[in-house]
């Protein structure tokens, strides 16, 4: 480890860190605009200025910044030396000569990395009297605002948006003081990632669109630890709420999931909490019918917490409980789950997805699916070819030098998927094929086909430092299992499986039967009654199906905090709190077991599902960690989550409960006041060890698992990371939330090569049949987030895709509207012929209501 | 003895002097114009309203007695949807007017505030909000941010230039 002296004292530092980061790794204090922890150095805004010293015999020193200063043994720098001071404080000045008098009315105030930067450099008025440059902002779709004059020239917003996020409808235009940041003419940002502008601009030119209907500082936000609930990845959140109402939603550093970023779905899907169920409460109904009933199934759910789907459990038996999967994904998830433990290949984080140099994407669409994935891959396809730099001594930070030292070299990525995905324009390869065929193809990598672009793969898998096979759920159990072949046949190799849902993991683990079983238990006559757990069934089977079952099941009792078609056919609806007035536990695609815990306080005492579920049964669960120990003892592969986080008698350093409002939260004695003058007392959290109130620690807790926000004196941004972090950019003091659950047991995995490969009906050859492909989109696929009101506006249209061969064959043309026969349903959406989906398939989207039962890859008659 | 001399000099005195009571409320009192009084919401000088919702006060009130909700209007122009102040809780320490980047909050000299009920001290944005400026007359804070509001393009605020045109390749 290298020492550093900075202001005359010794410090040690990781190996390969620039001067800035030595720094704040040792938690002392350096301002800086342009430099990210995630980006490395560019040396654009030259604040972070320091004296460096040749030796200890240099007295005399000169100005230089330090993130463009390797950190060598013995480097020795002054932050605190007079004329550094000065400097960095002009560099402020200069930059505020233009910056407009917004403050006020700017939403990055409060958090805000300008104004925490210029306090920190001590420029604190103005003496520049001449004119200000001014800009017009552009239109930059549903989620971002555009505010150009606060610009300083950072760059980080293009670095961030071209070279890590791969975007291209985005760019910095113009010349001299009148640089300009944005798109070539007004229109949606096309990227996935673009939210996270809002948090990677240290000013206030990209804020969160959606937070400015009902803006609030972030001093007044209510905020929790949190899990996103959009996909399987499990990124991690803080969601802030005020007057019990959601704000927004921003990214929580997990050092082996998501890093510093979000994906737009993850970002803006909150709003869905907006439009919640409402309906009396029908408890008594519930029991009553629960009583009467001759057999009762339950059916699970992979959006709820694992708390409620084992409560469900343990409610109607694990031989009367179904996971709540559809049939397609319940065998994948089976499929997965046996490999997993199997130990074939090396199940992989995505923050370890990062480190991959050679990629083989098989069946799925990451981007749609688990959106964050596609992000991953394309930093380890940037990441790659880091060895060319690394060979000519540029240190990995130096961000510049190694993209020309790199000139466009990127790591190989090969994909077979149904459709063209939005990964292919970083492809090296791509094929377009039906989904069996997907797996067909991964078989002929792995039995070393003897040419063509299989035994080409084959040849760079072999020759990677760090290959990596991923695949997800959704590509079906056969892809799985060829992909795990696949992946274990080449020595080193990871996998990596995307879960179409937040849980569906953990209620894949939790067992049961699928759907379809569930469904039949009833309409054979067994069951008379149904509770369903947040699930709308009608996105899981066909119409029909679904319609035989409303009409064969005598009691239909659902638990869902939205109405969907299933809560419109129950006969008893029993409303729970939302994701964000509850807590429980996720277990994510690589079966790390996270907790997520409340916002907010139940609405209207509308309860979790947990206690719902409690009531309806003879339980004595006082919380819904009884619950988890219940599980835990009952199911040891459950035990690390007790592990995750936290329980509520945990208690800070300072024995005391977290806070999850700010120490400066206002209006305590007034926002309650036109109701009641008697000032309430805050809810009381008995559930967890963090306080709905302001009462309890404001420092950073010794367990990462429960950091509520970022915050440092004089670091009110989210830059506050630093301080939170061992190295920074790196893990979280106490470690990365999150417990992996699954460990690999060394058994086969459990194939049954005939099931599998009937895990994909054939179309039979007619020239009316045709693969029907559901397609997930990252804005609309996703049963909450669509609801949101910002990403409904950038829901596409429904479609079906079809290539012009497919198309000609069937006598389908652009434009007119394809009638699809399937599984006793029929479904008709307007057509559009492209080349980018494979012969002989037409995909749709998916979980879109005109979609509605089309939940796997299924054979559909055109009619 | 002396003391007792004294102490007649001193009420025989008041005999002659103006009493300093007055006799309230029939007769006012004369209250500087900077004492610390009901509060009230100030408007710009083309009658907008001045709060732009920036939170300032709330967060600098010691008795947390402010509480607000921001919100826009169709041209961009932040505005208090909501404004609260519960005066039962108010100590009149004017931080709130100091905190104000806008002028838009102000204290004012009147104290007669009396209430039987206290929930009739919670003053609602309608029941602060005055039609004149104020204390401080011709600030509009608008006039001089950056952001544009009906009435004020972009570049059209004080000590502003015209936006840059980004196309240009002049040096
Ligand atoms: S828009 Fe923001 S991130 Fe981009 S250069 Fe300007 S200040 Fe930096
Ligand atoms: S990638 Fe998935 S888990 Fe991560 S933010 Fe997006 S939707 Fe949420
Ligand atoms: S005068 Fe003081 S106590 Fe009263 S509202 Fe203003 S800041 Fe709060
Ligand atoms: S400080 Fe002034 S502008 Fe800001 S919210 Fe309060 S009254 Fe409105
Ligand atoms: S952070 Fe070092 S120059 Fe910008």
Known sequence: ?863 | MVSILRSMWLMLKHLVVRPVTVRYPEQKAYIPPRWRGRIILSRDPDGCERCVACYLCSAACPADCISLQATEDEHGRRYAEWFRINFSRCIFCGFCEEACPTYAIQLTPDFEMGEYDRSKLVYEKEDLLISGQGKYPGYNFYHHSGVSVKGKPRGGAVDETHPVDIRSLLP
């Not at chain 1, 040849?459 to 290959?467: I, S």
């Not at chain 1, 592990?643 to 209006?667: L, M």
Request: contains cysteine.
């Open chain 1, 1 to 863: 480890m290298p020492t550093v002296i900075i202001d005359g004292i010794e410090y040690e530092v990781e190996q390969g860190r620039n001067m800035l980061e030595a720094v704040l790794d040792n938690g002392l204090d350096l301002p800086y605009f342009c430099w990210h922890p995630a980006m490395g150095s560019v040396g654009a805004c030259r604040l972070c200025a320091v004296r460096l010293y040749r030796d200890e015999s240099d007295t005399q020193g000169k100005i230089a910044m330090a993130c463009m200063t390797p950190a060598n043994d013995g480097t020795r720098i002054s932050i605190q030396d007079p004329e550094a001071t000065e400097f960095r404080r002009c560099v402020v000045e200069w930059l505020m000569t233009n910056h407009p008098h917004d403050c006020p009315v700017c939403d990055e105030g409060g958090h805000c990395h300008l104004q925490d930067m210029t306090t920190m450099c001590g420029q604190t008025y103005r003496r520049f009297r001449f004119k200000k440059r001014t800009y017009t902002n552009q239109y930059l779709g549903p989620f971002l605002t555009h505010e150009m004059n606060r610009c300083i020239q950072c760059y980080r917003c293009v670095r961030f948006y071209r070279d890590l996020a791969g975007g291209r409808d985005f760019n910095v235009f113009g010349s001299r003081n009148r640089i300009y940041f944005g798109r070539q003419r007004d229109g949606v940002l096309e990227s996935e990632f673009s939210g996270n502008l809002a948090e990677v601009c240290p000013t206030g030119v990209f804020t969160d669109k959606t937070s400015a209907r009902h803006y609030t500082r972030k001093w007044d936000l209510r905020t929790a630890p949190s899990v996103c609930i959009h996909c399987g990845l499990g990124c991690n959140t803080i969601p802030g709420s005020r007057y019990n109402k959601m704000r927004r939603i921003e990214g929580r550093f997990n050092g082996d999931v998501n890093g510093y970023f979000l994906c737009d779905r993850g970002r803006y899907g909150y709003e869905f909490s907006y439009d919640t169920i409402r309906s009396e409460n029908a408890i008594d109904d519930a029991q009553n019918a629960l009583k009467e009933a001759k057999g009762v199934v339950g059916i699970g759910s992979p959006r709820a917490s694992l708390e409620s789907n084992y409560a469900l459990q343990k409610l109607v038996g694990v031989e009367h409980f179904s996971a709540g999967l559809s049939e397609f994904e319940q065998e994948a998830a089976e499929q997965y789950l046996s490999v997993f433990k199997s130990g074939t290949a090396q199940m992989l984080s995505l923050a370890e997805v990062e480190l991959a140099d050679v990629v083989v994407v098989l069946g799925i669409d990451p981007t749609g699916e688990a959106p964050m994935l596609d992000f991953a891959i394309r930093q380890a396809m940037r990441k790659a070819p880091m060895e060319v730099a690394r060979k000519l001594n540029i240190p990995d930070w130096d961000a510049n030098a190694v993209i020309n030292a790199l000139n466009g070299a990127k790591g190989k990525l090969y994909i077979a998927a149904p459709w063209s995905i939005k990964l292919q324009e970083i492809a090296t390869e791509a094929i377009n094929v039906t989904p069996a065929n997907v797996a067909v193809f991964a078989r002929d990598i792995s039995r070393g086909a003897v040419d063509g672009l299989a035994s080409g793969i084959s040849t760079e898998l072999a020759k990677a430092k760090k290959p990596l096979v991923v695949t997800g759920i959704s590509a079906g159990a056969d892809t799985i299992l060829a992909a795990s072949e696949l992946a274990g046949s080449i020595p080193g190799c990871g996998l990596f499986v995307t879960a179409p849902e937040a849980n569906t993991l953990g209620v894949a683990m939790l067992g049961g039967q699928s759907i379809r079983q569930a469904v039949d238990t009833i309409e054979s006559g067994q069951a008379d009654t149904l509770i369903v757990l947040e699930n709308d069934l009608a996105r899981r089977m066909s119409s029909p199906a679904f319609a035989s079952l409303v009409e064969n099941v005598k009691n239909m009792i659902v638990l869902d905090c939205i109405e969907t078609q299933t809560t419109r056919a129950a006969t008893t609806i029993l409303p729970v709190a939302t994701f964000f007035n509850s807590d429980g536990a996720f277990v994510n695609n690589e079966s790390r077991a996270q907790r997520y815990y409340a916002v907010d306080p139940p609405v209207e005492d509308i309860p979790a599902a947990w206690s719902r579920i409690r009531d309806l049964g003879d339980f004595t669960w006082a919380g819904y960690e009884d619950i988890l120990r219940e599980l835990a003892a009952d199911r040891p592969e459950f035990a690390g989550t007790l592990e995750a986080a936290p329980f509520a008698d945990w208690r800070s350093t300072a024995n005391r409960k977290i806070a999850r409002e700010t120490h400066r939260s206002s209006g305590r004695t007034s926002k309650d006041a036109n109701r009641t003058m008697r000032e309430p007392q805050p809810p009381d959290d008995a559930q967890t060890p963090l306080a709905f109130s302001m009462e309890g620690d404001q420092n950073p807790p010794a367990s990462s698992a429960v950091i509520p926000r970022f915050w440092w004196p004089g670091w009110n941004s989210n830059a506050a990371s630093n301080k939170y972090q061992k190295e920074v950019g790196a893990e979280l003091h106490g470690g990365n939330p999150g417990v992996r659950l699954l460990t690999a047991s060394g058994s086969e995995p459990e194939a049954d090569r005939d099931k599998a490969s009937v895990s994909y009906p054939q179309p039979a050859g007619e020239s009316k049949e045709i693969w029907l492909i559901p397609r997930p989109y990252i804005f609309g696929s996703e049963e909450l987030s669509r609801r949101g009101i910002a990403i409904g506006e950038l829901i596409p249209p429904p479609e079906a895709a079809i290539h012009p061969q497919s198309a000609q064959k069937l006598g389908l043309t652009d434009g007119g509207t394809a009638e699809l026969d399937f599984d006793g349903q029929t479904i008709s959406l307007p057509i559009r012929v492209e080349e980018s989906v494979a012969v002989g398939v037409i995909v749709v989207p998916m979980g879109f209501p005109e979609t509605y039962g089309v939940t796997s890859p299924t054979v559909a008659r055109v009619k």
